[in-house]
């Protein structure tokens, strides 16, 4: 597993947010295709049939699935660059950092302006804690990862 200092994971933000926000526009964009089949769904319901377009409704769901085609391949991507994401919808990241003998997760979500965070690996996001003098003397030196 690769770890981060803190300065290698911030010199990481303004790619993996790009790549976050395309993730993101895609999946808003498949959600939004679901919603038109969904509120189709709910009118045939309702009406007690009626008469569709299935070639529509195929470009409809291919549509879907080319945006969450994509939304995987953006994942993947930031995964291969060894950061973890934990909420595509709040954009929440964690970068493995190792600190004293102990992988810990340096944790940043969407919006914030630095990584000012960090979590064990048992807590989550619910035990964020800021960042300390350990890391900040972490960041100066380099290390075998």
Request: aromatic content about 6%.
């Amino acid at each position: 597993m690769r770890t981060f200092t803190v300065d290698e994971a911030q010199a990481l933000l303004p790619v993996l947010e790009s790549l976050l926000k395309h993730a993101r526009e895609c999946k808003q964009a498949a959600d939004a295709v679901e919603g038109r089949l969904t509120e189709l769904a709910r009118r045939i319901y309702f009406s007690g049939g009626m008469k569709v377009d299935p070639n529509w409704i195929a470009s409809q769901r291919a549509e879907r699935e080319e945006h969450l085609k994509r939304v995987r391949e953006t994942l993947a991507e930031i995964d291969a660059i060894g950061v973890q994401v934990k909420d595509l919808d709040t954009g929440l990241l964690d970068f493995p950092c190792r600190l004293e003998e102990e992988i810990v997760l340096l944790c940043w979500r969407l919006g914030e302006p630095a990584i000012e965070f960090w979590h064990s690996t048992e807590e989550g996001v619910q035990g964020r804690q800021p960042l300390d003098e350990r890391f900040h003397r972490r960041s100066s030196g380099r290390h075998p990862n």
